[in-house]
């Protein structure tokens, strides 16, 4: 009873571990063609608030509140990672990099992080 515990212990440790290595860095095909029709830039997402808002990190270490127009299912994946923003005076554009949008609000920048 403790091996087949143990062995799928480590089968779902390793899963896990997989699914954290198919986020990725550089963009996709899908992102590819979004970067070149957009103003987007590179940023890092550094935060989920309870609320639903991000905060990102972007080039010029200003933090910028943006607010999901609608749930954002893919944005968990990629804290303390790569994504791409396209900033506009009230509202802004979130990118992953595997090409996934999402519409928010531009909360603008953020003095606490």
Known sequence: MKTVFLVAFWACLAGCASLNSK???EPGPVAQVALREGDFVA???IRRLVDGNLLV???ENQVVMLGPKETCSWCWMYLS???YVELKEQS???LSPK???IDCWNGGPVDAY
């Open 23 to 25: 986020v990725l860095e």
């Open 43 to 45: 940023a890092k997402m």
């Open 57 to 59: 990190r972007l080039p």
């Open 81 to 83: 990672r790569t994504v």
């Open 92 to 94: 802004a554009v979130l």
């Open 99 to 101: 090409g996934e949008r």
